[in-house]
């Protein structure tokens, strides 16, 4: 069976600080992964990651991938109240035909001023 | 572009009544979900399909079943509600990523807030 592991579960920062999110996970025949931003309604979508050791970045926000150690960090520079939300990591595999993802727990990040 | 619709957005339900989700995106996606999201905690994958007249059991499809008879729609079904099925429920749906080898970006509906009282 599949599974995610996301950590801190929850994190409280000021604004201008620097967050790492990490996410591990155990899948069979790992395809991606992909991480959301969920802010009260529906996830949406940051990055998807399939290669190791290539970051993506948008902005404050990147995220890498390590397919040897099977995690993944999500990095958020110069935090702004705009960030807080939970930050949901899911990953495929070929398992799941390429047609499905698992989903880990989240991290809830507050950001106050 | 409407992408996922949902709908309900809200509904609460007395024990043992029936009901539909209903789901449909416009984006001609091949692969459609439901997911179920409890509070604090991440998305459970109910039922997918990868295709119309396709439909597969997810992580937690008990007391659930879906129909894919268009490629358009992918409506849940409760069929004797209970408490534990109160819950925020998630379609979404994907392109066939399937040629590609892998899992592509979900798109979401907003969700739908279900309470069973």
């Known amino acids: 069976e599949d599974k995610v592991v996301q950590s801190p579960l929850s994190l409280v920062v000021h604004e201008g600080d620097t967050v790492t999110l990490n996410c591990s996970y155990e899948?069979?025949?790992?395809?991606?992964l992909l991480w959301y931003k969920q802010e009260k309604k529906a996830p949406t979508f940051l990055f998807m990651l399939?290669?190791?050791?290539i970051e993506k970045k948008s902005g404050r926000l990147s995220s890498i991938l390590d397919k040897k150690e099977l995690f993944s960090i999500l990095n958020i520079t110069a935090t702004q109240t705009g960030d807080s939300a939970v930050y949901l990591c899911?990953?495929?595999?070929?398992?799941?035909?390429?047609?499905?993802?698992?989903f880990g727990e989240g991290t809830q990040l507050t950001v106050n001023p | 572009n409407a992408g996922v619709t949902q709908t309900p957005k809200f509904r609460i339900l007395k024990i043992g009544q029936s009901m539909t989700l209903q789901c449909t995106q416009d984006?001609?996606?091949?692969?459609m979900y439901w997911y179920r999201q409890d509070p604090g905690m991440g998305l459970k994958l109910i039922y997918y399909?990868?295709?119309?007249?396709?439909?597969d059991k997810g992580e937690v499809p008990n007391g659930y079943n879906v129909s894919r008879s268009t490629t358009e729609d992918f409506p849940l079904r409760l069929e004797l509600a209970a408490p534990s099925q109160t819950s925020v429920y998630f379609c979404?749906?994907?392109?066939?990523?399937?040629?590609?080898?892998?899992?592509?970006?979900?798109?979401f509906g907003e969700g739908s807030r279900l309470t069973v009282l």
């Open positions: 399939t290669s190791s050791g």
């Open positions: 984006m001609n996606h091949n692969y």
């Open positions: 399909s990868v295709g119309a007249g396709i439909t």
């Open positions: 979404a749906s994907s392109y066939p990523s399937r040629l590609a080898g892998l899992t592509g970006e979900l798109f």
């Open positions: 899911a990953v495929g595999g070929e398992e799941t035909s390429g047609s499905r993802l698992t």
């Open positions: 899948v069979t025949n790992f395809r991606s």
